[in-house]
Each structure stands twice: as structure tokens, then as C-alpha cells.
């Protein structure tokens, strides 16, 4: 079967979302909200306006609320080494930071860590630039191979690199390579599209330096729109959607310039409906942020994620459509490897991922849905490692972490449960309210007890428990009221002393 993709972008002020569609179906979800992004990559002409030798760092001001902060090991060594040109012995040791900058001065710095209350973005005039297979370092002149790749296919990929980077060095002969993970199994001609884009980027970024006052943001990293063209296009893409005409003009030409054949895929969407019902995407969305997730042989996954790993649970559930129960488990665990697979990518998943299938008596269907898991998973953007069945059934796999998943990013924990997904029963908040009061009768002597709580607590309290709350006011002398606070969580309650 042919992959045919398309990409589906809804744009708004506050909030930029992208679903990317495979034959009829959303595999992936990327959303990006205004207010919550950050400064990390954006580079700045900045100005030193505070050298600190005690603390060897210096303030930088970039033209934000509050000065930056660069410490000398973010300090490139270039700057170190036009320094040290007449202490030889010098130049091997980190120089002191105000022998390497001085007040007044401008540099270029990238920020690497955003402000965080009140300290200030951490800068590094390291400047690196991320591609979809490559990341540039226009300071340096070294290759370097991401360590997740393997040993035997790195000499390889950094001889073809080389070979690249001499056919494509007329935009700038300097600067090395860090090939990224992803970059596994690239073509060349990916890697000459990356090699090109960044170059052309930093030369920009260059020019952009020598024409701009001190203070000013040089160049603004990204933002999911575009890495849309970077990262997500590829040839079996038909069309990219969006429904923005301002933001449709200023990503055609940002891709004519840096991406033209991904350009040629845009198209401005015009309909009346939205754009995420043309595939029923926000259903999707709803669906991905539920624990269970319905096959069409009505089986269905457990899906709980936790912060260390994350354990999916394949359940037969209704199926019964085989002529035998091992034809049953086998064709409910083959569904479930797809799903497993599309779930991963749809919630973007990472870490540590436990999938517990059915159990299979028979070794073939164990290696069927192997092949069938491993298959899906080639589809997969994002670096994945699977090992075959456990002793215990259980198929232990890896996917890189590359952002906070679906979930974390639109929710957060309840209020009434703390997350624990569950919360105590009426009954078991009333026992805990009368042995309460008990404790506070033997250190207190109020004139009464009142009880504030749940409604349904308060109502168990006055109907089926009213004996032993009669039973509880008598032993203490004292008398009881309730009051009802719908306003009040299940296992929230006070106990006033009047």
C-alpha cells in the first residue's frame, strides 16, 4: 500500500496546531501555543554590560526585561584562543573571563536556557544550528556522529558527509557537522537539502550581525510552522492545508527561499468547515488524552503513562470472530501492534514503553506480531529500539523523548485525585471524619463540631452512618453538625470547632 500524507494546519493568535494524515488517518500531533514559547535557539547581537570575575560570568543585555547571563564555559574557545596568541601554555587552560570580554563590548550569543522567574536566559556564544538531519556549528570544522548510531555505520556516514559538504561549500567552507540520530538512514540528498539550509541560514544570521545595532534578536529559532517544511514534509507528502491566509503568505516564502519543493505542496484551505473536522481530528484528540482505545475486532488497549515508563495493555474484549481462542488472540495482538504503533506517535509517547500482548501459545504468532509491531514502527519519525517477547509475555521497547507528550501538554493533574486517577469513596471520607473528630475531642473542648464536606459525604453522614455519628456525639459530649459545600472536592472536608 502506497503511503499518501497530508498535512492539516489550524492556526489561530494563541495557538498553532498541525496533524499529519496517512491514508485516512491521524498518525501525529503537534501543537505549539503562543504564550509558552520559548527563547532557547533565538540568537542575539548582545552587550556586555556587567563582567563578574568572582562568579567568572558576565550579564549580557539582549534587549529583554532582565540582563542575561553567560558564564565563561559557554565562552567559545576561538575567542579564547585570539587571547592566548602569546602564551602558548596558556591557550590550553580555560582563560579567566575578563581576559576574554570586557564591558561595552558586542558578541553574538544564543540562548540555551530561557529566564526562569527571576534569573535571567543563560547564554553561550557557541552558536549551534538544528537541521532535520544535521546540526551546524559554524565555529567549529569537526564532524562529529551522534553516539545512538551505531559504531559500524558511523565512519561510513562521516565519509559520505564530507563528500556532501565539498559538493555544496559555495555558500561557506567553514563550519563543522553533528550528524543527529535521525540521520540514520537519510539519503544524500536530505543531507545536501540540511547542508544547504543551515548554510544559508547562518549566512543570513552573519549579515543580519553587521547591519543591526547591539540589542537586537538576529535570528528567531524556528516556530512549528515552519519546521513543518524542515521536519515533516517528505515525498510521500500530497499537500500541506492551512487555514491562515497571512500565515499561508509567510510560509510560502520562507519555503521558497530555504524548502521549494515543499513549498509547492501548500495550499490555502477555504472551506466553510474547520479545518480538523475534514479527518475528525479533535475527536482524535479526545480519544488520545482517554486510557482505553477501542480496536475494530472489539478488542482494545490499557493505555497508562506514568513518569518512568509508560505500560499498554491489549484485551480481546468482544472478540470472538475466530474459529479458535489461539486465532483470536493472534488476530486481536496483530491489530493491536498497528494501534500500539499509531498511539505512540499520535500521544507522543517516550521513554520506556511496557506492551503487555495476550499471551500466544505458539512461537510463530509470537514473531508474526513482532514483525508486524516492528513494522509500524518503522514509520515512526522519532528514534525507536524494540526487544522481542520477555519471559513474561511482555514486549520492552524504547521511543526517544523529543517533547512533552499530548497529554502533558494540554493537561494536568486533577484536583480532586492528585493524579492517582482515583479518589476514596464517600463512606471511607465519613469514617475518616468521624475518627477525626475523636482525635480532636481529646485535645479540645469546643462547644460543637462541625463537619463541612461533599455533599454525597454529608448525606451518607445524615442517612445510612447517622447511627454512628449519634453514637460518636454521645461518647464525646459534644454536639455534631453537618453542612454541605458543593464547592468541595470528593476526599476534601474541615472540621470547625465552635
Request: proline share 4%; glycine share 8%; with cysteine.
Amino acid at each position: 500500500m502506497n503511503l499518501q500524507q497530508d498535512i492539516l494546519i489550524n492556526w489561530s493568535p494563541q495557538e498553532t496546531r498541525v496533524s499529519v494524515i496517512e491514508n485516512g488517518a491521524v498518525q501525529e500531533l503537534h501543537m505549539e501555543r503562543t504564550l509558552e514559547r520559548g527563547l532557547v535557539g533565538n540568537i542575539y547581537l548582545g552587550k556586555v554590560s556587567r563582567v563578574l570575575p568572582g562568579m567568572q560570568s558576565a550579564f549580557i543585555d539582549i534587549g529583554l526585561d532582565r540582563a542575561a547571563f553567560l558564564h565563561v564555559g559557554d565562552l567559545v574557545t576561538s575567542i579564547a584562543a585570539r587571547h592566548a596568541d602569546t602564551d602558548p601554555d596558556q591557550s590550553a587552560a580555560v582563560l579567566p573571563i575578563e581576559k576574554q570580554v570586557f564591558e561595552g563590548q558586542t558578541l553574538m550569543v544564543q540562548v540555551i536556557k530561557d529566564p526562569l522567574g527571576s534569573k535571567g536566559a543563560r547564554l553561550s556564544t557557541q552558536i549551534s544550528l538544528a537541521g532535520r538531519m544535521l546540526v551546524y556549528l559554524p565555529q567549529d570544522d569537526h564532524i562529529g556522529i551522534s553516539q545512538k548510531i551505531p559504531h559500524e555505520q558511523r565512519e561510513s556516514l562521516r565519509t559520505k558527509l564530507q563528500a556532501l559538504i565539498i559538493e555544496a561549500g559555495e555558500a561557506d567552507p567553514m563550519g563543522g557537522f553533528i550528524v543527529r540520530t535521525n540521520a540514520e538512514d537519510a539519503s544524500d540528498g536530505e543531507l545536501s537539502d540540511d547542508i544547504r539550509y543551515l548554510r544559508k541560514t547562518w549566512f543570513r544570521i552573519k549579515h543580519a550581525a553587521t547591519v543591526n545595532p547591539a540589542k537586537t534578536l538576529i535570528h528567531r529559532d524556528l516556530n512549528l510552522l515552519q519546521r513543518v517544511l524542515r521536519d515533516l514534509v517528505g515525498e510521500s507528502t500530497q499537500t500541506i492545508r492551512i487555514d491562515s491566509k497571512e500565515q499561508y503568505d509567510q510560509l510560502q516564502t520562507f519555503g521558497l527561499e530555504f524548502m521549494p519543493a515543499a513549498a509547492d505542496k501548500l495550499m490555502l484551505y477555504k472551506g466553510e468547515r474547520p479545518i480538523f473536522d475534514l479527518f475528525s481530528v479533535d475527536d482524535e484528540i479526545s480519544r488520545a488524552l482517554g486510557r482505553r482505545v477501542d480496536l475494530k475486532s472489539g478488542g482494545y488497549l490499557m493505555i497508562d503513562q506514568t513518569e518512568a515508563l509508560t505500560t499498554i495493555d491489549v484485551n480481546t474484549g468482544g472478540f470472538v470472530g475466530a474459529r479458535n481462542f489461539d486465532e483470536t488472540i493472534f488476530k486481536t495482538n496483530l491489530e493491536a501492534a498497528g494501534a500500539i504503533a499509531r498511539q505512540l506517535r499520535l500521544r507522543n509517547l517516550g521513554g520506556i514503553v511496557i506492551a503487555d500482548f495476550i499471551d500466544m501459545a505458539k512461537e510463530d504468532h509470537q514473531q508474526a506480531v513482532l514483525f508486524e509491531f516492528r513494522k509500524h514502527l518503522k514509520r515512526d519519525r522519532v528514534k525507536t529500539m524494540v526487544s522481542g517477547f520477555s519471559p513474561l509475555g511482555l514486549v520492552e521497547m524504547t521511543r526517544k523523548r523529543t517533547r512533552e507528550s499530548l497529554a502533558q501538554m494540554l493537561c494536568e493533574p486533577c484536583p480532586s485525585c492528585e493524579g492517582k486517577g482515583s479518589v476514596k469513596t464517600p463512606r471511607t471520607i465519613a469514617y475518616d471524619i468521624l475518627r477525626e473528630i475523636l482525635r480532636e475531642a481529646r485535645q479540645f473542648d469546643p462547644v460543637e463540631f462541625r463537619v463541612v464536606a461533599n455533599p454525597q459525604v454529608i448525606d451518607l453522614l445524615m442517612d445510612e452512618e447517622n447511627t454512628h455519628l449519634a453514637g460518636l456525639s454521645d461518647f464525646i459530649g459534644k454536639p455534631i453538625s453537618l453542612h454541605r459545600e458543593s464547592a468541595m472536592g470528593p476526599e476534601q472536608y474541615d472540621i470547625v470547632l465552635l
